[in-house]
């Protein structure tokens, strides 16, 4: 079992920056990737950053250039640092980790509000 717990969300001006934290524990070291997922009424959550154990990373081109995901392992903790922020970026934020075993088990956050004012 993994225990997921963010913080970081809040409400910023359009142009603004919010660090968002993922503080993991439990069976951490069998933790294959870790990421950041986004979620609005009425839409499916959707995939924002991710960062696997062997440290690669991946961005869709709506945060490329203006989201960073990095991770403490000392810390068990995973960020994502959102610069540039624009009303859309408005959602519920949620942290995620992934096991690799036969198939892939997913573990989420309890999400965190961002709120991006125009």
């Known amino acids: 079992q993994v225990h997921l717990v963010e913080s970081g969300g809040g409400l910023v001006q359009a142009g603004g920056s919010l660090r968002l934290s993922c503080a993991a524990s439990g069976s951490i070291n069998s933790i294959n990737a870790m990421g950041w997922y986004r979620q609005t009424p009425g839409k499916q959550r959707e995939q924002v950053a991710t960062i696997t154990s062997g440290g690669s990373t991946n961005y869709p081109d709506s945060v490329k250039g203006r989201f960073t995901i990095s991770r403490d392992n000392a810390k068990n903790t995973v960020y994502l640092q959102m610069n540039s922020l624009k009303p859309e970026d408005t959602a519920v934020y949620y942290c995620?980790?992934?096991?690799?075993?036969?198939?892939?088990?997913?573990?989420w956050g309890q999400g965190t509000q961002v709120t991006v004012s125009s």
């Open positions: 995620n980790a992934q096991q690799w075993l036969a198939g892939t088990k997913d573990y």
